[in-house]
């Protein structure tokens, strides 16, 4: 069974950094990716970045601009999203997601539809 554990949000003032880890277990991963999506309050979900696991390739949304960095760790099996300069409209619940089937088109990753499976979430919230 696959699990996938968020942790790493909390509160933190505009300007400043969080990094989000997502634990992954229940599955060989080294054919997959691994994606990160928020989800601010009465919107949908948005794709923030995404990493092949074998870490050849990485995906960002539009609106991270450089200021995120998606990383993966394998002897852990460990994905990270590290957010600097954080914005007020960046607060949201971060889900972490695995997507198994990387044999379509790369703007599938950019869509939650795509992905197998689903943590629970991290909630993230930036101050002005």
């Known amino acids: 069974q696959v699990q996938l554990e968020e942790t790493g949000g909390g509160l933190v003032q505009a300007g400043g950094s969080l990094r989000l880890s997502c634990a992954a277990s229940?599955?060989?991963?080294?054919?997959?990716?691994m994606g990160w999506f928020r989800q601010a309050p009465g919107k949908e979900r948005v794709f923030v970045a995404a990493?092949?696991?074998?870490?050849?390739?990485?995906y960002y949304g539009g609106f991270v601009k450089g200021r995120f960095a998606i990383s993966r760790d394998s002897a852990e099996n460990t994905v990270y999203l590290q957010m600097n300069s954080l914005k007020p409209e960046d607060t949201a619940v971060y889900y972490c997601?695995?997507?198994?089937?990387?044999?379509?088109?790369?703007?599938?990753?950019?869509?939650?539809?795509?992905?197998?499976?689903w943590g629970q979430g991290t909630q993230v919230t930036v101050s002005s």
């Open positions: 990493i092949k696991w074998s870490g050849y390739s990485t």
């Open positions: 229940g599955r060989t991963f080294s054919t997959d990716a």
């Open positions: 997601a695995v997507k198994t089937d990387l044999g379509g088109n790369d703007s599938d990753y950019y869509t939650a539809v795509g992905y197998d499976y």
